[in-house]
């Protein structure tokens, strides 16, 4: 049986007017694919599920001055970050078998 | 509550230009952003810091009363009366970068030179996220075995929260809205608790399996027999096969840990035999043994 799950959508227009920032660079974002618009009757809309990211792109765009490719790269690197932290605490706990046994 | 050298956080001369100060703060500012330094607890206080040192070194009046009386800042009043006197004349609208809604943490030395610690130049119009707030629960591995409660204190409040079974060492869970407020009207951060599960003295785990080494006499090793071990379910009874060597491992199915979020789901336990050699024995034994040795 498969269950209904609700998804939190805002719309672009209404993102853009309250973060203070331009619709062309959310298209930008969806363009390279770092984030993810669903449209419906021609309106474009937000997961509220990327909001974090989102955020965070936003703060390296505008304040940190970081361009897209920026963005991307940055976004990549802390990608493999996270899965080589996540492999780093799987080695430790695997270490932990070994301890105290010497 | 000491006195910061916000020429020194910023890297820069005291000659500095507003030039200078913005190229120190922008390259500090790139390399110790908290989004660019996800768990890096020290990346964070820096990023304050520089900030708060920008906020000071690129603000002409604020820089001329630091350079003044900076290294003597326990002069409030002096400082205060100024302070307020700024306040009526002067609108600034600083440029300081937002570090994931966190910029508002200014250090006391701030504060008591030029009060309450301004938002950042974008914050101030729009919604944020509050910031997100992280913790570490320790933990012993019975704890991690079974779903329980347990009350946390964040920020002076208190947190009931239920940790499921199975929680593993160095992971984190989020508790949605309980980071700090929103800025202007935004959602409330989210809090992330890290768990520090300690070794177990006898039983080591892996993952969802759990690895024991059991002693056996040398008797029941050589005839077998029936033996009662301690796991964290309880006692379990096994019968041992004659002639059982040293080293030899047992899987109990289903004795292990409990798989996270997957209720009545267990791993195995994995049983080691390390058997002990008989000492301190009798003239008798040791004839026996003898005998033993030349049938």
Redesign the interface.
């Given at each position: 049986m498969s269950t209904m799950q609700t998804e939190y959508l805002i719309s672009v227009d209404e993102f853009c007017a309250?973060?203070?920032i331009e619709i062309s660079f959310i298209s930008s974002l969806e363009q390279t694919g770092l984030i993810e618009i669903t449209t419906i009757k021609k309106t474009g809309f937000i997961n509220a599920e990327q909001?974090?990211q989102l955020?965070?792109f936003i703060?390296?765009y505008?304040?940190?001055?970081?361009n897209l490719e920026g963005i991307e790269t940055?976004t990549h690197l802390?990608q493999r970050?996270?899965s080589m932290?996540d492999e780093i605490?799987m080695l430790?706990?695997?270490l932990?078998?070994y301890?105290?046994e010497f | 509550m000491n006195f910061l050298d916000y020429y020194k956080i910023l890297g820069i001369e005291k000659t500095a230009t507003p030039e200078d100060v913005k190229r120190a703060y922008r390259k500090l500012a790139r390399k110790y952003h908290p989004d660019l330094n996800p768990n890096n607890k020290d990346a964070k206080k820096n990023f304050q810091e520089i900030n708060e040192a920008n906020e000071v070194l690129s603000d002409p009046e604020k820089r001329k009363k630091y350079d003044q009386y900076g290294k003597d800042w326990k002069h409030a009043e002096e400082f205060e009366k100024e302070r307020k006197y700024q306040e009526q004349s002067s609108n600034n609208q600083r440029q300081s970068y937002s570090g994931a809604q966190s910029e508002g943490d200014f250090s006391d030395f701030f504060e008591s030179m030029f009060g309450s610690p301004p938002g950042s130049g974008r914050s101030r119009q729009v919604k944020f996220r509050g910031e997100d707030y992280y913790a570490e629960l320790h933990l012993d591995l019975i704890d991690a075995f079974r779903t329980h409660k347990q009350t946390l204190t964040v920020n002076r409040k208190n947190i009931r929260i239920t940790i499921p079974a199975g929680i593993e060492n160095g992971q984190t869970i989020k508790i949605a809205g309980h980071g700090g407020k929103g800025v202007n009207g935004g959602p409330d951060g989210d809090l992330y608790i890290t768990f520090s599960i300690a070794n177990h003295p006898e039983i080591k785990r892996l993952g969802i399996d759990l690895y024991s080494t059991v002693y056996l006499d040398l008797y029941t090793a050589v005839l077998g027999g029936e033996i009662t071990i301690d796991t964290l379910s309880g006692k379990v009874k096994l019968k041992v096969k004659p002639e059982t060597q040293n080293g030899t491992k047992v899987k109990l199915k289903g004795k292990g840990f409990p798989v996270y979020k997957n209720e009545g789901h267990f791993g195995d336990l994995y049983v080691t035999y390390s058997i002990k050699i008989p000492t301190n024995l009798s003239e008798k034994q040791k004839e026996l043994f003898t005998e033993l040795s030349e049938s």
């Open positions: 309250n973060h203070n909001l974090q955020e965070k703060r390296l505008y304040d940190l001055e970081i940055i802390l970050m996270n932290h605490l430790r706990n695997r932990r078998l301890e105290s | -």
